[in-house]
């Protein structure tokens, strides 16, 4: 299995506080995502990020910034959370070979 | 874009088959089809690169049309394990994998 840990687990925060939740992979995959998932919307793409300081937007950042300044972390950071930020995130690394996408266990962020 | 999938559910008893279809707007390098569990993460199945190809383990195969930029999962002989929510994920080659909003399929005995 692809080594791959997700900081918290589980969160409850007020609206307008800042979160971050942390991706780390023990191996060096180039590529890792953050998704949120959301009944009726599957998984959404929030941002990518294919080297360390490179980073793309997916389909539904606004609200959400990304940083990458080693390898084996990806952290996601809400600047001010909302309520239609409640959800739960899921982080994946993209593994050489198959190109698969090997998934975290995800964050559940409740923004109250 | 997200992929469009379709059935959204779907219902079968144990031995019963499925389809699950998944489309892109856009020229797709691959697809891949994943499958979660309540709960848990979603899990890889099978990845289908661009070149029409066909591929299954087990009573789960999928096709792959390029041209049409669509993709298929055949579940066969279904089992109570099978139960589970569906994604199919998109590549257009630029590594930013979208997904589908998912078919729930609900295997009864």
């Known amino acids: 299995d692809a080594g791959i840990t997700q900081s918290p687990r589980h969160k409850v925060t007020e609206t307008g506080t800042p979160v971050t939740l942390r991706c780390h992979q023990t191996?060096?995959?180039?590529?890792m995502y953050w998704y949120r998932q959301d009944p009726g919307h599957g998984l959404r793409l929030i941002h990518y990020s294919y080297g360390v300081k490179d980073t793309d937007k997916g389909e539904v950042s606004d609200g959400y910034s990304v940083s990458r300044s080693k390898t084996e972390d990806f952290l996601l950071t809400l600047e001010s959370a909302t309520s239609s930020q409640t959800s739960v995130y899921f982080c994946?690394?993209?593994?050489?070979?198959?190109?698969?996408?090997?998934f975290g266990e995800g964050s559940r962020l409740t923004v109250l | 874009q997200q992929p469009v999938q379709s059935p959204q559910a779907v219902i079968l008893r144990e031995g019963e088959d499925a389809v699950i279809n998944c489309s892109s707007s856009?020229?797709?390098?691959?697809v891949h089809w994943y499958r979660q569990k309540h709960g848990e993460a979603p899990v890889f199945l099978m990845i289908l690169l661009k070149g029409g190809e066909q591929k299954g383990h087990d009573k789960i195969s999928a096709s792959f049309n390029e041209k049409k930029q669509q993709s298929s999962l055949y579940l066969t002989a279904s089992q109570l394990s099978y139960s589970g929510t569906y994604f199919c994920g998109t590549d257009d080659n630029n590594n930013d994998m979208r997904f589908g909003a998912g078919t729930r399929l609900t295997v009864k005995p």
């Open positions: 191996e060096n995959h180039r590529y």
């Open positions: 994946a690394i993209r593994t050489g070979g198959t190109g698969e996408l090997f």
């Open positions: 856009k020229a797709l390098y691959s």
